[in-house]
């Protein structure tokens, strides 16, 4: 099934003298059950299509659609509950909550949701087990390694279920060893029949992971290969 | 989302307190200073409250506050008693005085005269002795506070002689008075008594104090004798009142207690607005990525102004407290007492806090509804 599909997608900031055209005509789809990466020089625009696929910012021209939805004709408050239900994000700065512990961090999407705290810290304590943090759960994020912090922020971006989740550089912050066993757990984790993975990396170690690689360059999409042996 | 507001403004314990701090003091600044200001205005009618037997107060149209009082000729109190449904009326005495104490303790005083025969106007609240003495030769009521202050240190005791202007006065009792503006002492006399120790002047009936026949409002007795006599005639209140104004408008104080009160609405809005909107900086990451997660400016919005409601709360209570507690301090320092909390400034001061709170998350909302949600996966 195809989660996300972009046609002759293009994004440019700034106007006038300023304009910067930043994608250029993207043709792109990602399916479920897969970890599709996507990978490319430094500035050619990766972090830029997550924001546009994500609704985080607008196109210029083309068309993205997200689980059969338009996400940029909808209204900001429809946009934001089409995320808080559909998406799971990790970023490279993990961007924890340094007041809540592992498991209320976890258990923010349900929150944001209106779960009430018992109900959602309880599912985020579930979560955190499958990333072997149970014993972690009630640290907080200073407490905790950069492996564990985004161990943590793996099972907030997954404590609602999400259909597609989104990583921008998961493992960037961590050294080779902890980036390998945080992306063994994120794909042990996240794998599922109806769930996109899309992961943006510049991290050539954990291409492995990858069902999907999908190169970028100057704003345009390169090449695509598939992983022919059975991903790890 | 509501316990992850509290929880974020709870983390830094610095700035929490340092957004308590600047809350509590703006909200004791205006409810102290507020407090005194209405207190001083207050006891600017102490002498008139005092007088519960009358229903009216009547006057020379020129007289425009209790402090300085224009005399009207005797036969003002004729006039006055000759109105259709006055009960009674009678004369009131009022001036200043010197008292000296035999340890050559001098002070200023208020001189109040009560009619000869019927005492009307004199003190309820004695300490000791009896309103019935001033009957007695060169009889005076002294209050308490005055008492005090001609003979401190001393027990009170009746039978002790003052001089008033120079003439002999004989302490025959001590009662309570509220504390007048100049907390000076409070001396009650016959009015034929206090007459004499001022010194005749042409004309000395300062007031005439009327009762109203049963079914008679004060409003209305006040509005009969002012059209059948021309005087001005005042119930108890409105001419507390108008006393009030007079000081409000004539005097720098209200200006100064203002001015007081406008810098720490000012202080207090621009110093926890900073230390809010630098809480709201320093967390913008972690903003971004709720937004980015599907958090809605409403949301947003809510979890701030609840940031924004709890420092105000416990600001506010603390301010209002440390206020509470000053005048609970002071209440029997003979120059502060009178000085009280009102509700009515209780309930200002948190509408103000309010505001100041609200204001001050204004920047922070702001903000929060500009952020760019995108910003989470800039390193
Ligand atoms: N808000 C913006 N305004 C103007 N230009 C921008 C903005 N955001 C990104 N760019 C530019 O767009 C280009 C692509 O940026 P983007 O962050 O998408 O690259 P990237 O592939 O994610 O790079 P990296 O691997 O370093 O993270 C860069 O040249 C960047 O300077
Ligand atoms: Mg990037």
Same mark, same amino acid.
């Given at each position: 099934m195809?989660?996300?599909?972009?046609?002759?997608?293009?994004?440019?900031?700034?106007t006038g003298?300023?304009?910067?055209?930043?994608?250029?005509?993207i043709?792109?789809?990602?399916?479920?059950?897969?970890?599709?990466?996507l990978?490319?020089?430094?500035?050619?625009?990766?972090?830029? &299509? &997550?924001?546009?696929i994500?609704?985080?910012?607008?196109?210029?021209s083309?068309?993205?659609?997200?689980?059969?939805?338009d996400i940029?004709?909808?209204?900001p408050?429809?946009?934001?509950?089409?995320?808080?239900?559909?998406?799971?994000?990790v970023?490279?700065?993990?961007?924890?909550?340094?007041?809540?512990?592992?498991?209320?961090n976890?258990?923010?999407?349900?929150?944001?949701?209106?779960v009430?705290?018992?109900?959602?810290?309880?599912?985020?304590?579930?979560?955190?087990?499958?990333?072997?943090?149970?014993?972690r759960?009630?640290?907080?994020?200073?407490e905790?390694s950069?492996?564990?912090?985004q161990?943590?922020?793996i099972?907030?971006? &997954?404590?609602h279920?999400?259909a597609? &989740?989104?990583?921008?550089e998961p493992?960037?912050?961590?050294?080779?060893?902890?980036?390998?066993?945080?992306?063994?757990?994120?794909?042990?984790?996240?794998?599922?029949?109806?769930?996109?993975?899309l992961?943006?990396?510049h991290?050539?170690?954990?291409?492995p992971?990858?069902?999907?690689?999908t190169h970028?360059e100057?704003?345009?999409?390169?090449?695509s290969e598939?992983?022919?042996h059975?991903?790890? | 989302?509501?316990?992850?507001?509290l929880?974020?403004?709870?983390?830094?314990r610095?700035?929490?307190?340092?957004?308590?701090?600047?809350?509590a003091?703006?909200?004791?600044?205006i409810?102290?200073q507020a407090?005194?200001?209405s207190?001083?205005?207050a006891?600017?009618?102490?002498?008139?409250?005092?007088? *519960?037997?009358?229903d009216?107060?009547v006057?020379?149209?020129?007289?425009q506050?209790?402090?300085?009082?224009?005399?009207m000729?005797?036969?003002?109190?004729?006039?006055?008693?000759?109105v259709?449904? *006055?009960?009674w009326?009678?004369?009131?005495?009022?001036?200043?005085?010197?008292?000296?104490a035999?340890?050559?303790?001098?002070?200023?005083?208020?001189?109040?005269?009560v009619?000869d025969?019927?005492?009307?106007g004199?003190?309820?609240r004695?300490?000791?002795g009896?309103?019935?003495?001033?009957?007695?030769p060169?009889?005076?009521?002294?209050?308490?506070?005055?008492?005090?202050y001609?003979?401190?240190?001393?027990?009170?005791?009746?039978?002790r002689?003052v001089?008033?202007?120079?003439?002999?006065a004989?302490?025959?009792?001590?009662?309570?008075? %509220?504390?007048?503006f100049q907390?000076?002492?409070?001396v009650?006399?016959?009015?034929?008594?206090?007459?004499?120790y001022?010194?005749?002047e042409?004309?000395?009936?300062?007031?005439?104090?009327a009762?109203g026949?049963p079914?008679?409002s004060?409003?209305?007795?006040s509005?009969?004798?002012?059209?059948?006599t021309?005087?001005?005639a005042?119930?108890q209140?409105?001419?507390?009142?108008?006393t009030?104004?007079?000081?409000i408008?004539?005097?720098g104080?209200?200006v100064?207690?203002?001015?007081?009160?406008?810098?720490?609405?000012?202080?207090?809005?621009?110093?926890?607005?900073?230390?809010?909107?630098?809480?709201? /900086?320093?967390?913008?990451?972690q903003?971004?990525?709720?937004k980015?997660?599907?958090?809605t400016n409403?949301k947003l919005?809510?979890?701030?102004?609840l940031?924004a409601?709890v420092i105000?709360?416990?600001?506010?209570?603390?301010g209002?407290a440390?206020?509470?507690?000053?005048f609970?301090a002071?209440?029997?320092?003979s120059?502060?007492?009178g000085?009280?909390?009102?509700?009515?400034?209780l309930?200002?001061?948190?509408?103000?806090?309010a505001?100041?709170?609200?204001?001050a %998350?204004?920047?922070s909302?702001?903000?929060?509804r500009?952020?760019?949600p995108? /910003?989470?996966?800039?390193?």
């Amino acid at each position: 099934m195809t989660a996300v599909h972009c046609h002759q997608l293009t994004k440019e900031f700034g106007t006038g003298a300023t304009r910067t055209p930043v994608l250029r005509g993207i043709d792109l789809e990602i399916s479920t059950g897969a970890i599709s990466m996507l990978v490319g020089p430094s500035g050619c625009g990766k972090t830029t &299509l &997550l924001s546009v696929i994500t609704g985080l910012l607008n196109r210029t021209s083309g068309r993205v659609e997200v689980l059969g939805e338009d996400i940029d004709t909808l209204s900001p408050d429809r946009q934001a509950a089409f995320r808080r239900r559909n998406l799971g994000f990790v970023f490279q700065q993990y961007n924890l909550l340094p007041s809540l512990t592992a498991a209320e961090n976890a258990a923010v999407p349900l929150f944001a949701d209106g779960v009430p705290y018992a109900r959602a810290v309880a599912r985020a304590r579930e979560v955190l087990g499958r990333l072997e943090m149970t014993h972690r759960a009630d640290a907080r994020p200073a407490e905790l390694s950069g492996g564990q912090q985004q161990r943590v922020a793996i099972a907030r971006a &997954l404590v609602h279920d999400p259909a597609l &989740l989104i990583c921008d550089e998961p493992t960037a912050a961590l050294d080779a060893h902890t980036g390998h066993a945080v992306m063994e757990m994120l794909a042990a984790a996240a794998l599922s029949p109806d769930r996109a993975v899309l992961v943006v990396t510049h991290d050539n170690r954990i291409f492995p992971f990858a069902h999907v690689i999908t190169h970028m360059e100057d704003g345009r999409i390169t090449h695509s290969e598939t992983n022919h042996h059975e991903p790890q | 989302m509501n316990y992850v507001a509290l929880r974020m403004l709870l983390h830094d314990r610095a700035k929490y307190l340092g957004l308590i701090f600047s809350v509590a003091f703006a909200a004791f600044l205006i409810s102290h200073q507020a407090s005194i200001f209405s207190s001083l205005m207050a006891r600017t009618t102490s002498q008139i409250m005092d007088v *519960v037997d009358a229903d009216v107060w009547v006057m020379d149209p020129r007289t425009q506050n209790f402090d300085e009082v224009k005399p009207m000729t005797s036969n003002a109190l004729l006039r006055v008693r000759s109105v259709e449904g *006055v009960e009674w009326a009678e004369r009131f005495f009022k001036n200043n005085a010197r008292a000296k104490a035999p340890g050559g303790l001098f002070r200023s005083v208020i001189l109040l005269g009560v009619d000869d025969a019927t005492l009307v106007g004199a003190p309820r609240r004695m300490v000791l002795g009896d309103i019935e003495s001033l009957r007695d030769p060169d009889a005076i009521l002294l209050d308490q506070a005055g008492y005090n202050y001609l003979f401190p240190g001393e027990p009170l005791a009746l039978g002790r002689e003052v001089e008033i202007n120079d003439r002999r006065a004989v302490v025959t009792g001590i009662c309570e008075a %509220s504390a007048p503006f100049q907390t000076l002492p409070v001396v009650f006399a016959r009015y034929s008594l206090a007459v004499n120790y001022v010194g005749r002047e042409r004309n000395s009936l300062g007031f005439v104090l009327a009762k109203g026949r049963p079914g008679i409002s004060p409003v209305e007795l006040s509005r009969r004798i002012e059209a059948e006599t021309g005087l001005t005639a005042l119930p108890q209140g409105a001419w507390g009142w108008r006393t009030i104004l007079y000081y409000i408008g004539n005097t720098g104080i209200p200006v100064n207690f203002g001015i007081t009160v406008m810098v720490a609405i000012i202080v207090g809005t621009v110093v926890s607005g900073q230390t809010f909107y630098i809480f709201t /900086i320093e967390n913008l990451k972690q903003f971004a990525a709720l937004k980015a997660m599907g958090v809605t400016n409403g949301k947003l919005t809510r979890m701030v102004l609840l940031q924004a409601a709890v420092i105000g709360f416990i600001g506010c209570a603390f301010g209002v407290a440390m206020a509470a507690a000053f005048f609970l301090a002071t209440k029997d320092i003979s120059h502060l007492r009178g000085f009280i909390l009102r509700w009515q400034i209780l309930a200002g001061t948190w509408v103000l806090i309010a505001a100041i709170v609200a204001a001050a %998350s204004l920047l922070s909302v702001r903000k929060l509804r500009r952020l760019e949600p995108a /910003i989470v996966f800039r390193g």
